[in-house]
Structure formats: C-alpha cells, structure tokens
C-alpha cells in the first residue's frame, strides 16, 4: 500500500473492535478469502471476536482450531487440532515430520516448549562435507534421509495437551482425521509451490501423491485424501504419541531415512525412543511500557528480536513513521542482532550461550550507541556481551523455510504462539507410508564444522538441536496483561518479520492486519533487504544516500498476529499466504 493509504487504514483497535462488534449476524468470524498463488497477496480485513480466536496459514486449519474452541477446548486443543490440519492442507511447510517452539500463557504462568528436531546418534560434525572436504551444495545436502532430524512434533502436541488440554486428545485429533478420509481441494497455493518444486516428485510416495500420472501436479480444485494420515491419527488417538516414537511408525520413519536410494540417513528406532521435548522458561525482555516474551536457545528468534526493539528503543519510532529513516533504525538493529546470532547463539545443551549477557540492558545500550542516525555501519561485528564462559566459537548459518506459524486466545484468556516447521519448502523430499512428510532439519547446523580454526557453535553432533531463527512471541502490557500473540515463518527473515510486526503494533498502534501487511525491510547483516512490488521499493534511494547497500527482495512473510482490546480480540493473517484469523 502507498503512504496514504498505510495512513488511512491507522485505526484505533479499540475503536475497530466496537464498529465490528456490533456487526450484525457475522460477528466473530471473517469470511475465509479465497487461497492465493505462492507469490502475490489476497486483500484481507481484521477480524474480531469477542470470546477467542485463532489465527492459521490455511483456512481449514483456523476453522479447525476455531471449532475446537467453540467446543470449550483450550488454545493448546485448538493449536493440536491446527497443526495436524496443517499437515494436510499446507504439506510443503510443518507437520509430523518436523519440529516446533510453543510458547504459552495459561492466564499465570508463562513457559515454552522446545520440540525441535535432534541429530542421530551416529551424526558427525562432518556430516555435510563432501568427499573434497568442502561443504555440499544445499540440495545435495537436503534431498534424502541425511537431512532428517528427529521429529519433536507429536511428542511436543501431546506433552503440551497432557498439562494444558481440557478436550479428550482422540477429539483434539478429530478434525484432520476426518479431513484426511474425506479430503481437501487443492488449492492455488499448494499447486503453485507444487509446479515450482523440483526435486519432490523423485520420491514415489510423494509422486504418487502430489501428482497425476503424467508427472503434472495434481490441478487445483482436486480433492486429495490421504488414508495413510488417517490411519496414522486414529493409531495416534488410541496410543499417544509413544506410538509414533515406536512400533509400525517408528520403523516405517527409520526404513524412510536409512532406505533412501542415494542419500541415505542413520537414524534408529533408538533415536526415535530417546526423544524429549524440553520445557524451557520464557525469554522476556522490556520494550517502552510492554514485556516481550519468547523463546530462548536452541532458537535464535526471540534473543535477536529483542536486541532489535533495544535498539529501536534509543529513537523515536513512533515518530518516525514507515519510511527510510525508519527502515535506517530498524536494518542497523538488525545488523547488530545478526552479528551475535551468528557467534553466540546453538543448542543449549552443548554451548554455554550467554543468553543473559547478550540481553543484559547495559550491554545492549552500549550496541545500540553505535548506531548513527545518519549513516550505515555496513557489516556489523559479534560484541562482547558479559557473563560469558567458555564455549565454542565460529559464525553459521542456518535457515528455515517450510515453516509455519499459529497465534491462539481461547475463552480463558490462555494463549498459544507455536512456529513449526519441516525446514526447506517439502523437507526432505521424503514421504513416509504413514502420510507425511519428513523434514530436513539437520541442514539448519552449519555444514562447515570449523572456521577460522575453530568449532563452530552450531555444528553437527549427536543429540544437539540445530539453531533455529523461529521467534514465537507473546507481548503483555504495563499490567501484566496480554496484549498480544505474534509469530511468522520465513526462515532467518522471521526475525525481521516479527520485529516489523511488533514495531507495527507496540510503535505505530496499527491493528494487527495492517501491521502483518506493512513491507517488511531489514537487514540480515549485509544488504538492506526492502520487499520487491512494495511501498518500501521507493525507499531505496533515501537508504542509499545513507550509505545502505539495498536489495530488493520477495520477502514471503505469513504474520498471523491476534491483540486483546478491552472489547475484545482483533485478529489479522498475512495477506501474502493464504492464512485467515476467526474467532467465537
């Protein structure tokens, strides 16, 4: 949108939520838009609720979740019945295969879940090297059973629903049970990123799937069932995730990896058996008058968002408005951030990261002094946070793409922020005869062990978690209160999108769609990354006579974002996927 319309559409949320309200029969759920292609936006309006909402990349996803919580189910019920509908309807991006961060607020307490994926056993730190010693190319590495991580998600959904469910588990599943026996129609979206894909239809399952018998995928408006998912969910809703950890679906995922024709991985059913999810506390963080509250190593999203917002905070956002100078604050920040993302920031479990040091508030006042308002630092270097031990050392990178994101507020004021992923658009390329995809997790360590001499913090090893960028957050106000529950996918740009978002909401009082909608820019300590086909291309001379070096970029952000207002709850889903936000 252009400046004046980005102006036009700044409405008082609370102001909003009371036109809305009283709306008339629709009140509390938006019309589903009609799903976009991969690329492109579909136009959406802000949704309200006045009793709970949630916010998914699919609309049969939110409904799914929605129906659950008119049922009286909690935000967790409804975020397992989401994520299971998402394995279905949006296959290239979470599901069973893969892993997921969960942050949640029972209306008390505040904790996270760290359901990420773990290497075998038999991983090494040269696992993607090539017999030349050099790192393999990335779809090299990708395509096969190498790149699988164990999966934490069914063991993430069922350990959350033991604590926080009020819905018996086998009714939480329900929804995508009935939905993989019945089917789905293709849509746009999904054929789209099935006709760019290259490498999935080498898998015979997946190809026998996705697409017709002339190789073409299948066309939109298809209704693709999937029996084996269906049974997957009814042995799931009958044994708990101990089923899927072990027995027929264990060995079904380790026949998958190992049984790879040309990339075959090691996993065993010894892997599968000796995964844990890991309850964490919550990373929280000031931002002017609201508490910032995410998740902490082995993801790096929720340290590097609030690096950022402590450097927006040395300047006047709010006056700033969208525009070059805004975007100058918000690409220093994030050059800054990335810097000790690179350095500082893996599994927990392996590394000492000094999570204290690089939050600590001294530490970041003095980062942020070396901004200059009026030009560009250009690459930015690690600092030296206090609190340090001794740990391992090295820059990497690691990124995921085939993520997704669900925001949820049930009826009692508990909240969900859960990412989820499978990494790359269709993970692993690998399908198993149980109905979903495997991810490829494990191309989110470093493939380069050493650097410069040294470990690499987020190299390969056994058992260790790879760093993610996921950035699940929930925001509450100078009360205590929740305010808000924000998140996005796009791999390392989810920390830029939920930054952007957050500037959106807490700086510029934007409502929730109009916030998810605004151009995402920033920078990943190198060029200033502004999104192409947006209001932010005009900004790049202005950047450039700061000195930025400025690309513009697609930049696929899927925002879901629900605020609580005193009416109510007011909820947008990014208009660049197909996503929708609805309510009771």
Same mark, same amino acid.
């Given at each position: &949108?252009?400046?004046?319309?980005w102006?036009?559409c700044?409405l008082?949320?609370a102001g909003?939520m009371?036109?809305l309200v009283?709306?008339g029969p629709?009140?509390?759920? $938006?019309l589903?838009?009609s =799903?976009?292609a991969p690329?492109?936006?579909t136009?959406k309006?802000?949704?309200?609720a /006045?009793?709970? &909402?949630?916010?998914a990349a699919n609309p049969l996803a939110?409904?799914? *979740?929605r129906?659950?919580?008119?049922?009286g189910g909690s935000a967790v019920d409804?975020?397992?019945?989401?994520?299971?509908v998402l394995?279905?309807v949006e296959p290239?991006?979470?599901?069973m295969?893969?892993?997921a961060?969960?942050?949640?607020?029972?209306g008390s307490?505040? /904790?996270?879940l760290?359901?990420?994926e773990?290497?075998?056993a038999?991983?090494?730190?040269?696992r993607?090297?090539?017999?030349d010693g050099k790192?393999?190319?990335f779809?090299?590495a990708?395509?096969?059973g190498?790149?699988?991580?164990?999966p934490?998600?069914?063991?993430?959904?069922e350990?959350?629903?033991?604590k926080?469910g009020?819905l018996?588990w086998a009714q939480?599943?329900a929804?995508a049970?009935?939905l993989?026996?019945?089917g789905?129609?293709?849509? =746009?979206r999904?054929?789209?990123?099935l006709t760019?894909?290259?490498?999935?239809?080498a898998?015979?399952r997946?190809?026998d799937?996705f697409?017709?018998a002339?190789g073409k995928?299948k066309?939109v408006? /298809?209704?693709?069932k999937?029996?084996a998912f269906?049974?997957?969910?009814?042995t799931?809703?009958?044994k708990?995730a101990d089923?899927?950890?072990?027995g027929?679906?264990?060995a079904?995922?380790?026949?998958?990896v190992? *049984?790879h024709p040309?990339?075959p991985?090691?996993?065993?059913?010894?892997?599968?058996?000796?995964y844990?999810v890991?309850e964490? =506390?919550?990373?929280?963080?000031?931002?002017r008058?609201?508490?910032v509250?995410?998740?902490g190593?082995?993801?790096?999203g929720?340290i590097a968002?609030?690096?950022?917002l402590a450097?927006?905070?040395e300047t006047d956002?709010?006056?700033?408005?969208?525009?070059p100078?805004a975007v100058?604050?918000?690409?220093?920040?994030?050059?800054?951030a990335?810097?000790d993302r690179g350095?500082y920031?893996a599994d927990?479990?392996?590394v000492?990261?000094?999570?204290?040091?690089?939050?600590?508030?001294g530490y970041?006042?003095?980062r942020?002094?070396?901004?200059?308002?009026?030009?560009?630092?250009?690459k930015?270097? =690690?600092?030296?946070?206090?609190f340090?031990k001794?740990f391992?050392?090295g820059?990497?990178?690691g990124i995921e793409? *085939?993520?997704?994101?669900i925001?949820?507020?049930d009826?009692?004021?508990n909240a969900?922020?859960m990412?989820?992923t499978?990494?790359?658009g269709?993970?692993?390329r690998? &399908?198993t005869?149980?109905?979903?995809l495997?991810?490829?997790?494990?191309t989110?360590?470093s493939f380069?062990p050493?650097?410069d001499?040294?470990?690499? $913090?987020n190299?390969v090893?056994?058992g260790?978690?790879?760093r993610?960028?996921?950035?699940p957050?929930i925001?509450?106000d100078?009360?205590?209160?929740?305010y808000?529950?924000?998140?996005s996918p796009?791999?390392?740009?989810?920390i830029n999108?939920? $930054?952007k978002a957050l500037?959106?909401?807490l700086?510029w009082?934007l409502d929730?769609q109009?916030a998810?909608?605004?151009p995402?820019?920033?920078?990943?300590?190198?060029p200033?990354?502004l999104e192409?086909?947006t209001e932010a291309?005009?900004?790049?001379?202005g950047l450039?006579?700061? *000195?930025?070096e400025?690309?513009?970029?697609?930049?696929?952000?899927?925002?879901?974002?629900i605020?609580?207002?005193?009416?109510?709850?007011?909820?947008g889903?990014d208009?660049?996927?197909?996503?929708?936000a609805i309510g009771?």
């Amino acid at each position: &949108m252009d400046h004046l319309a980005w102006r036009a559409c700044r409405l008082g949320v609370a102001g909003l939520m009371a036109a809305l309200v009283w709306s008339g029969p629709s009140q509390g759920q $938006a019309l589903a838009p009609s =799903p976009e292609a991969p690329t492109g936006r579909t136009a959406k309006t802000i949704s309200a609720a /006045t009793r709970d &909402m949630v916010a998914a990349a699919n609309p049969l996803a939110a409904q799914a *979740g929605r129906q659950i919580l008119a049922a009286g189910g909690s935000a967790v019920d409804a975020a397992v019945a989401v994520q299971l509908v998402l394995n279905l309807v949006e296959p290239q991006s979470s599901g069973m295969g893969g892993g997921a961060f969960m942050v949640l607020w029972d209306g008390s307490v505040l /904790t996270t879940l760290d359901g990420r994926e773990t290497a075998p056993a038999a991983a090494k730190p040269d696992r993607f090297l090539g017999a030349d010693g050099k790192p393999m190319k990335f779809y090299d590495a990708v395509v096969g059973g190498r790149s699988v991580g164990v999966p934490g998600t069914v063991r993430l959904l069922e350990t959350a629903h033991k604590k926080w469910g009020k819905l018996p588990w086998a009714q939480v599943l329900a929804p995508a049970t009935t939905l993989a026996d019945t089917g789905f129609t293709i849509s =746009p979206r999904l054929n789209g990123l099935l006709t760019q894909e290259k490498y999935l239809a080498a898998d015979p399952r997946a190809r026998d799937y996705f697409y017709d018998a002339d190789g073409k995928p299948k066309a939109v408006g /298809t209704v693709l069932k999937n029996p084996a998912f269906a049974t997957t969910l009814r042995t799931l809703a009958d044994k708990g995730a101990d089923a899927f950890y072990s027995g027929d679906i264990a060995a079904d995922i380790v026949a998958s990896v190992t *049984g790879h024709p040309t990339n075959p991985g090691d996993m065993t059913l010894e892997d599968l058996k000796a995964y844990k999810v890991e309850e964490r =506390p919550a990373l929280c963080g000031k931002y002017r008058t609201y508490k910032v509250c995410g998740m902490g190593p082995p993801s790096s999203g929720q340290i590097a968002v609030q690096q950022i917002l402590a450097t927006l905070q040395e300047t006047d956002m709010a006056a700033l408005k969208p525009g070059p100078d805004a975007v100058h604050w918000v690409s220093e920040a994030g050059r800054l951030a990335f810097a000790d993302r690179g350095l500082y920031v893996a599994d927990p479990a392996f590394v000492s990261v000094p999570v204290r040091g690089l939050t600590d508030p001294g530490y970041l006042k003095s980062r942020a002094a070396l901004v200059d308002p009026n030009r560009s630092m250009g690459k930015a270097k =690690p600092g030296d946070p206090p609190f340090q031990k001794a740990f391992l050392w090295g820059a990497s990178e690691g990124i995921e793409f *085939g993520t997704s994101h669900i925001s949820i507020v049930d009826r009692n004021g508990n909240a969900v922020s859960m990412t989820t992923t499978i990494e790359d658009g269709f993970g692993a390329r690998v &399908m198993t005869k149980s109905g979903f995809l495997l991810n490829n997790e494990l191309t989110d360590f470093s493939f380069s062990p050493v650097e410069d001499g040294k470990p690499v $913090a987020n190299r390969v090893e056994p058992g260790k978690r790879p760093r993610s960028s996921m950035a699940p957050t929930i925001v509450f106000d100078s009360n205590d209160k929740l305010y808000a529950v924000v998140g996005s996918p796009g791999g390392s740009l989810i920390i830029n999108y939920v $930054a952007k978002a957050l500037v959106g909401l807490l700086d510029w009082k934007l409502d929730p769609q109009v916030a998810a909608d605004l151009p995402n820019v920033g920078s990943r300590n190198g060029p200033t990354e502004l999104e192409a086909g947006t209001e932010a291309a005009d900004w790049k001379a202005g950047l450039e006579a700061k *000195g930025h070096e400025v690309k513009l970029i697609d930049q696929n952000s899927g925002i879901h974002a629900i605020v609580v207002t005193p009416a109510g709850l007011v909820g947008g889903a990014d208009s660049r996927r197909e996503g929708v936000a609805i309510g009771n």
